[in-house]
């Protein structure tokens, strides 16, 4: 089993519509919790970083961690063509030197 | 703004030819920095970390000899693929951590590498 579960996609949604990116894990030990935003051959931007559990919002931007069902989500609430990329989740137990991906949702965001 | 910077974006290379990728933190120190590899449609994948001062650390399947990670300043790491091959060919990201124990990580924009 893995230790990070993403649905590769990819995920097709009209502008406007609100996204919901959902990753899973194994290792109860991880509490630190991000979120990246990838475009085509660019590295991974770090959108939202939680430690241990609850909600979080920036903009339009909502992350959640769920650690009692080892689910962590994010929304994206009036989506944009701009937000057409692929989005990581990462988690780790001690920070940044061992941090473990999820392969990525690839998100359309459609005009 | 980007914190942490990459050089060159894109490179095409010849086989057999040695390639040196910079990683650059602005305006922090990062005593260590990561060196990712990516596929086309796959996820990161550690390659060593680099550790400012003293060797890197290598995961495991990764040929120290072959892509040489090194951290000269605390704000500068450098990977040198050497000989490289058409297998070689892959992106290539650093990252610096901006905040030490915590698990916000910085990305570069990345290096294609391209091996002919």
């Keep these: 089993q893995k230790e990070v579960e993403q649905d590769p996609g990819p995920l097709s949604v009209p502008e406007g519509a609100i996204v919901s990116l959902n990753c899973t894990y194994s290792n109860s030990a991880f509490q630190y919790f991000m979120w990246y935003r990838q475009y085509s051959r660019k590295g991974p931007e770090l959108l939202m970083y939680t430690y241990s559990s609850g909600n979080k919002e920036d903009g339009r931007f909502t992350a959640q961690v769920d650690k009692s069902s080892k689910y962590i989500s994010l929304f994206i609430r009036d989506s944009q063509p701009s937000d057409s990329a692929t989005y990581l989740c990462a988690m780790s137990v001690t920070g940044a030197n061992n941090l473990f991906f999820g392969t990525g949702t690839r998100l359309t965001v459609i005009p | ?116």
């Excluded at chain 2, 990516?38 to 399947?61: C, H, I, R, V």
Aim: net charge neutral; hydrophobic share 35%.
């Design chain 2, 1 to 116: 703004g980007a914190v942490v910077s990459q050089h060159p974006s894109w490179v095409i290379c010849k086989s057999g030819t040695s390639v040196k990728i910079e990683c650059r933190s602005l305006d922090f120190q990062a005593t260590t920095m990561f060196w990712y590899r990516q596929f086309p449609k796959q996820s990161l994948m550690l390659m060593a970390t680099s550790n400012e001062g003293s060797k890197a650390t290598y995961e495991q399947g990764v040929e120290k000899d072959k892509f040489l990670i090194n951290h000269a300043s605390l704000t500068l790491s450098t990977l040198t693929v050497t000989s490289a091959h058409p297998e070689d060919s892959s992106f290539y990201i650093c990252s610096a951590p901006k905040v030490e124990r915590t698990g916000e990580l910085f990305f570069g924009e990345g290096s294609r590498l391209t091996v002919l």
